[in-house]
Nanobody
Framework: LRLAAGVWGGLVQAGGSLRLSCSASGRTFSNNAVGWFRQAPGKEREFVAA????????SYGDSVKGRFTVSRDHAKNTVYLQMNSLKPEDTAVYLC????????????????WGKGTQVTVSS
């Protein structure tokens, strides 16, 4: 399974929006939970959001609740992260990861990791 994360919208100012996508090749991940994480320079990796295989369960990190929304399109084998009301502190490399299980538990349960995509929010 190979993951490719991309960002639509490019560089954004504070208060703006961006949409990230995570697509898989090599196999489908329709039966797996998918998560988004981020890592800023000099900081530890942080959990952002996760979605279950049937989209019946989502979870978010405290710092993004109410601003970010995770969703998935099984037909396109893609998971999205809609990011609204962006802040400069959201600047980081965003990575998507796939679990071997249908529901997200924690980062240790993620089996496949993408290379990440840079998100930069200017003040």
């Amino acid at each position: 399974l190979r993951l490719a994360a991309g960002v639509w919208g490019g560089l954004v100012q504070a208060g703006g929006s961006l949409r990230l996508s995570c697509s898989a090749s090599g196999r489908t991940f329709s039966n797996n939970a998918v998560g988004w994480f981020r890592q800023a320079p000099g900081k530890e990796r942080e959990f952002v959001a996760a979605i279950s295989w049937r989209s019946d369960s989502t979870s978010y990190g405290d710092s993004v609740k109410g601003r970010f929304t995770v969703s998935r399109d099984h037909a396109k084998n893609t998971v999205y992260l809609q990011m609204n009301s962006l802040k400069p502190e959201d600047t980081a490399v965003y990575l998507c990861a796939v679990s071997l299980k249908p529901y997200y538990s924690d980062a240790r349960g993620m089996r496949y990791w993408g290379k990440g995509t840079q998100v930069t929010v200017s003040s």
